[in-house]
């Protein structure tokens, strides 16, 4: 069974640079070289992009690579497989790691539980339930990430196949 997604990595120290490329390698079982460039929106740093194709769970195994690397912004989605859903990790150093479910209309899927809690959360008068939906959906991470997405509009995109 094989699974396709993209690694966005939207802002890394250049030194951390070979880190990523080897932590990803060490994912998908093949060499990594990821076409680096200058990212506008954090002056000092790179963005890269990379399409990969592997076994379901790639993406888990990529963000558990790096999220404990504080200085990186990054993603990585998982389009859906026979018997797996879709998924999208973004990471940012503030936030941390954000997972949702996604649909094949590209959608975010909150489970039930996740939902009950917010609810539960809004009625309690922990926070307002506007802010709990904007968390179960990433608003926060997408507000953040956005000004790097954005200045990696029109950068080239490489597919890598893992061995195996």
């Given at each position: 069974?094989?699974?396709?997604?993209?690694?966005?990595?939207h802002s890394a120290p250049p030194a951390l640079c070979p880190h990523v490329e080897w932590a990803a390698a060490g994912v998908l079982g093949v060499p990594v070289s990821l076409p680096w460039s200058d990212q506008p929106a954090a002056p000092g740093t790179m963005r890269a992009e990379l399409c990969w194709e592997g076994q379901p769970g790639t993406a888990a195994g990529i963000v558990s690579a790096l999220r404990q690397w504080r200085l990186l912004r990054f993603e990585a989605t998982e389009d859906a497989s026979?018997?797996?859903?879709?998924?999208?990790?973004?990471?940012?150093?503030?936030?941390?790691?954000f997972t949702a479910v996604i649909g094949a209309n590209g959608d975010i899927h909150v489970p039930e539980d996740r939902l009950r809690a917010a609810m539960a959360n809004a009625?309690?008068?922990?926070?307002?339930?506007?802010?709990?939906?904007?968390?179960l959906l990433g608003k926060p991470?997408?507000?953040?990430?956005?000004?790097?997405?954005r200045a990696g509009d029109g950068a080239p995109v490489r597919w890598l196949h893992a061995a195996g």
């Open positions: 069974m094989s699974a396709r997604g993209v690694f966005y990595v026979p018997g797996c859903d879709g998924v999208r990790y973004s990471f940012t150093p503030s936030l941390g790691v009625l309690a008068g922990k926070a307002a339930f506007e802010h709990e939906v904007d968390r991470w997408d507000d953040e990430l956005e000004p790097f997405r």
